[in-house]
T-cell receptor
């Protein structure tokens, strides 16, 4: 089992560029989420999905899009990057019910100039 | 809405010292509570959890008890090691919040030999 994988590990963008952060899991988890981690603020939920074809917004969704065409993949798209999106992004997955463990990927460190 | 408040850090201790990291929460219903740990350069991994009042989660010498009357889930360890140096996050998931964790801001722990 590879668990939760994320690519790329590092990325530098210019303001206005777009890109997609990739996330995949091989545990057949229904639930997948994207968080961003900023100093002193913990992790904040961007978008989440409760199954293929179903997505919803989290706490800080503006500037990001997601889709879930398969159980395994949950890409995060930055439509027009801004310096405020400089952060570390984590993807997570779980079996679902709120008491279950979420498994996190290794993260993508994004810098927007 | 849900919220989690952790004690301010960073925390610096000598090896074999006693550790407490305070965590209090606000939530509707009966949330599940978690402590996650993040080692340098890595993603988050579950340290321990408790899913109902008075439950005690424990792992690797760390313990935390779900106290509904004080809405707290403080993390403790009797004797810390250098290898415990990491960032610790308290988090909760509400009863119907599938895949949605609310995190505290994180506490940086440094243990010196």
């Amino acid at each position: 089992n590879a668990g939760v994988t994320q690519t790329p590990k590092f990325q530098v963008l210019k303001t206005g560029q777009s890109m997609t952060l990739q996330c995949a899991q091989d545990m057949n988890h229904e639930y997948m989420s994207w968080y961003r981690q900023d100093p002193g603020m913990g992790l904040r939920l961007i978008h989440y999905s409760v199954g293929a074809g179903i997505t919803d917004q989290g706490e800080v969704p503006n500037g990001y899009n997601v889709s879930r065409s398969t159980t395994e993949d949950f890409p995060l798209r930055l439509l027009s990057a801004a310096p405020s999106q400089t952060s570390v992004y984590f993807c997570a997955s779980s079996y679902g019910a709120s008491g279950n463990e979420q498994f996190f990927g290794p993260g993508t460190r994004l810098t927007v100039l | 809405g849900n919220s989690v408040t952790q004690m301010e850090g960073p925390v610096t201790l000598s090896e074999e010292a006693f550790l407490t990291i305070n965590c209090t929460y606000t939530a509707t219903g009966y949330p599940s509570l978690f402590w996650y740990v993040q080692y340098p350069g890595e993603g988050l991994q579950l340290l321990l959890k408790a899913t109902k009042a008075d439950d005690k989660g424990s792992n690797k010498g760390f313990e935390a008890t779900y106290r509904k009357e004080t809405t707290s889930f403080h993390l403790e360890k009797g004797s810390v090691q250098v290898s415990d140096s990491a960032v610790y996050f308290c988090a909760l998931a509400g009863g119907t919040s599938y895949g949605k964790l609310t995190f505290g801001q994180g506490t940086i722990l440094t243990v010196h030999p």
